[in-house]
């Protein structure tokens, strides 16, 4: 057999979170038979936000074998256990989607097929009752889970936010510690090979030439490589999700450390609240046709709960995604490959599963072309589940401001129509194997937003309704005993990171 070619060579052009998080996985798994060079320029700088995450957060610390308790301390990190959603389904409701499981493991129906079968017979537990997580985030309170599926902490699950700034440099650090070279400057030009098409070198506008067998695009929004130089287009998604701006700031932090995501229904769009160690991140994402970047901008600073650190900052963005991030040898990770809005903070997701593919996948220097389109086939399930999902969150409601009127008649993707019909007429959630949010989240967010099941699955009738509607109370009954028993956020933190 002959040898094969292998890339020995791999350039990412842009350090923000993207271009960090690849460098650091790739020299972690690569060690020194890969040379990586990153190139960013200072004076473009990074978009700054990102700094809510989502549990499979996990997968990517343990691959590039980060202690919890470092990365903690150096990116002023707090624990988050969800997402509570005020004024969402309509002005004064507050739902919260939590991360881990609702009720417990049980032998036979899955768990909430258990609860709609008690609810429909007359009981009266809300589905929050039913999570820890949720319980626990409304007393201010923090606990991992354990392994053990008898105890209640097993049915918790947990992200973090962090500081987007501080974690970039922490990545930096790491990645330039295992031989990743880094070139501050600008891009000036892309050369590449004549008969191929191939990408084999990017040049700095000082003239550094920065030669490789494979290009990563982590040049953000701007998406240099894949759309500048490989033309590939980008699918709008604004008619679903018509959002398109942001005015972010941050603010003095409050007495206490709220371990989840706050995310408020404003007229014309959403405000994020994200607690961190040393302060509170908020930002307002909206429609620009309902409202003036200076509107958007007082009804930001009016609802800060602690003192603005810095002058509001605008960012436009066009929610959609591009149908081939990988062409050639030249592989799109991060905001270069799509973005949707931060409402279930998926940015980050999607990059480390951007990642785990290109792992997958790594090519050779015949750059195999079947591999870019696995790549790109199950990018594009990705992002498409993960559209579906904010899409959900979007046209329940009853607001009467224009932008959510427009939310509520648009059309529907067939996908997730015909998703909400089947929870509507049975109850069951029906999803592919390897689709992000699974049956809590989605529970959770129909739940949440108004959205009513008239049925359940029949296996729930193979148990007798009272000693159904026992175990479901019962399970409520662990959860409110178990939640005041463990610590306050900010006491489980400082335990953690050593300044208890
Ligand atoms: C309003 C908003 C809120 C968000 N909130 C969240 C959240 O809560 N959770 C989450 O997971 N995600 C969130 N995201 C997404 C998240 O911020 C991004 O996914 C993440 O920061 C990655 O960005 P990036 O590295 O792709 O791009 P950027 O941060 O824009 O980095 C681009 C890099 O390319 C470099 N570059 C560009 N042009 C050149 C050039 N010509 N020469 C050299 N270098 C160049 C820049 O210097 C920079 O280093 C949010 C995004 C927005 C817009």
């Not at 609802?303 to 002058?311: F, H």
Request: overall charge negative.
């Amino acid at each position: 057999m002959q040898a094969p070619d292998r890339v020995r060579r791999v350039v990412i052009l842009g350090g923000g979170t993207a271009g960090w998080m690849t460098a650091a996985a790739l020299s972690r798994s690569f060690g020194d038979t890969v040379a990586i060079t990153l190139l960013e320029s200072d004076a473009i700088g990074t978009v700054g936000v990102g700094e809510a995450t989502i549990p499979t957060i996990h997968w990517f610390n343990e691959l590039i074998g980060i202690d919890e308790a470092e990365f903690l301390r150096a990116t002023k990190a707090t624990f988050k256990l969800g997402i509570e959603f005020v004024d969402w389904a309509a002005p004064g409701h507050r739902y919260f989607h939590p991360f881990g499981q609702f009720g417990a493991t049980l032998p036979g129906v899955a768990f909430h097929h258990r609860w709609l079968k008690a609810q429909a017979e007359g009981m009266d537990v809300p589905l929050s009752a039913l999570s820890l997580a949720t319980q626990l985030a409304a007393e201010g309170r923090f606990a991992k889970p354990v392994g053990d599926p008898r105890s209640i902490l097993s049915t918790l699950g947990y992200a973090y936010h962090f500081d987007a700034g501080l974690y970039a440099a922490f990545l930096r650090r790491r990645s330039e510690g295992a031989g990743v070279v880094r070139v501050e400057g600008q891009l000036r030009n892309v050369e590449r090979d004549s008969d191929t098409g191939l990408l084999t070198a990017l040049v700095t506008e000082r003239g550094e030439r920065i030669a490789g067998d494979l290009f990563i695009d982590c040049s953000g929004f701007r998406a240099l490589l894949i759309a500048g130089e490989m033309g590939e287009g980008y699918e709008d998604w604004s008619h679903w999700l018509p959002c398109d701006r942001a005015v972010a700031v941050p603010c003095a932090r409050v007495a206490a450390t709220t371990p989840f995501t706050r995310s408020t229904a404003r007229a014309a769009g959403w405000q994020w609240r994200i607690p961190l160690q040393h302060r509170t991140g908020n930002g307002y994402v909206y429609a620009s046709r309902y409202v003036s970047d200076d509107e958007a901008a007082a009804t930001l600073m009016a609802n800060l709960d602690g003192e603005a650190l810095a002058e509001p900052r605008f960012l436009r963005f066009t929610a959609g995604t591009r149908r081939r991030p990988w062409r050639g040898n030249v592989v799109a990770i991060g905001l270069s490959s799509g973005f949707l809005e931060p409402l279930e903070s998926t940015s980050i997701h999607l990059i480390q599963s951007g990642i785990a593919k290109l792992l997958t996948l790594f090519p050779n220097r015949d750059h195999d072309p079947a591999l870019a389109d696995r790549f790109n086939t199950v990018f594009a399930r990705d992002m498409d589940g993960v559209k579906d999902f904010l899409i959900l969150h979007y046209h329940a409601n009853t607001n009467p401001a224009p932008l959510w009127q427009h939310c509520r008649t648009m059309t529907l993707p067939e996908t997730l129509i015909a998703r909400e019909e089947q929870y509507r007429r049975s109850g069951r959630i029906i999803l592919d194997a390897d689709e992000l949010f699974r049956d809590a989240s989605w529970l959770a967010v129909l739940n949440g937003q108004g959205i009513v099941a008239q049925g359940y699955n029949p296996l729930a009738d193979a148990i007798d309704s009272a000693t159904n509607k026992a175990q479901v109370r019962q399970i409520a009954d662990v959860v409110a005993r178990a939640a005041p028993t463990l610590p306050l956020h900010d006491a489980a933190l400082a335990a953690i990171i050593g300044t208890a």
